[in-house]
C-alpha cells in the first residue's frame, strides 16, 4: 500500500493536554505531510517534513520523521476546542500525493 | 490570491445523468490533483494533471470518469452515467510544482455529489 496508516483512527482529549497521532507507511518517500479537515471542509496543510529532516516545528505543532522505522508523528501542544479535526498524514512520492485514513481527535472541554 | 476554487459546492443528479465538477486552481499554480473522500475516510487518489496532460490516472475509475486541464480554464472532472455509489465528496488540489518537489497542496472547498 502507499498510503500511510494513521494511529490511532480517533483519540479524545481534555483542553489543554497534549495530542499524539502517528503515521507509518512502507514505501520510500520524498516528504511526508499533515493536513488537517475540519468537518467535511477542504484539507488545511500544517507542516512538511522532508525526507533528510528529523523534525520540525511550526507553533504548537511539532512533527518527527523517522525513515529508518518508517514513521511520523504529530504532537499538538496545549491543545484547543478548535483544533477539533481530523488529522491526515500524506506521504509525497513520485507525482503523487497520497492520503491515510486520518485520525479524528476531539477537544473535550 | 484567491485560493482554490471549486464549483459546484453541492450536485444533485439523479442516476443515469452527466456529473461536471470544476476546479480553478490557484493562479500561478499548473499542477491539478483530484480526490474522492467518502463520509468518515480518508482521500483517495484520483487523478493528477498538469496543463493540457494527464500525468497520472491510477486512481481513476476505467469506465465513466474523465478527467481534463485545459490550457484555458478550469480543470473539469466528468461523470457520466452516475450511479448511487459515485455520491462522495470530490476535492481539487493544486500545487505549484511536482509533488516530488517539497511543495505543498492547496485544496478548495469540495464538491459533494448526491446521486438520487
Known amino acids: 500500500s502507499q498510503q500511510g496508516e494513521e494511529d490511532p483512527q480517533a483519540l479524545s482529549i481534555q483542553e489543554g493536554e497534549n495530542a499524539t497521532m502517528n503515521c507509518s507507511y512502507k514505501?520510500?518517500?520524498?516528504?511526508l505531510q499533515w493536513y488537517r479537515q475540519n468537518s467535511g471542509r477542504g484539507l488545511v496543510h500544517l507542516i512538511l517534513?522532508?525526507?533528510?529532516?528529523r523534525e520540525k516545528h511550526s507553533g504548537r505543532l511539532r512533527v518527527t520523521l523517522d525513515t529508518s522505522k518508517k514513521s511520523s508523528s504529530l504532537l499538538i501542544t496545549a491543545s484547543r476546542a478548535a483544533d477539533t479535526a481530523s488529522y491526515f498524514c500524506?506521504?509525497?512520492?513520485?507525482?503523487?500525493?497520497?492520503f491515510g485514513k486520518g485520525t479524528r481527535l476531539h477537544i473535550l472541554p | 490570491n484567491a485560493g482554490v476554487m471549486q464549483n459546484p459546492r453541492h450536485l444533485v443528479r439523479r442516476r443515469g445523468q452527466e456529473a461536471r465538477l470544476r476546479c480553478s486552481p490557484m493562479?500561478?499554480?499548473?499542477?491539478v490533483y483530484w480526490y474522492r473522500q467518502l463520509p468518515e475516510e480518508g482521500l483517495k487518489f484520483m487523478v493528477y494533471?498538469?496543463?493540457?496532460?494527464?500525468?497520472?490516472e491510477s486512481g481513476m475509475p476505467k469506465e465513466r470518469f474523465s478527467a481534463e486541464f485545459p490550457k484555458e480554464g478550469p480543470s473539469i472532472l466528468r461523470i457520466q452515467q452516475v450511479v448511487r455509489g459515485d455520491s462522495a465528496a470530490y476535492f481539487c488540489?493544486?500545487?505549484?510544482?511536482?509533488?516530488?518537489?517539497?511543495?505543498?497542496?492547496?485544496f478548495g472547498q469540495g464538491t459533494r455529489l448526491t446521486v438520487v
Open positions: 488540489a493544486s500545487s505549484p510544482r511536482r509533488a516530488d518537489m517539497n511543495t505543498e497542496a492547496f
Open positions: 514505501t520510500s518517500i520524498n516528504n
Open positions: 517534513i522532508r525526507s533528510n529532516e
Open positions: 500524506a506521504l509525497s512520492r513520485d507525482d503523487k500525493i497520497i
Open positions: 493562479k500561478g499554480h499548473s499542477h
Open positions: 494533471l498538469q496543463k493540457e496532460n494527464i500525468i497520472d
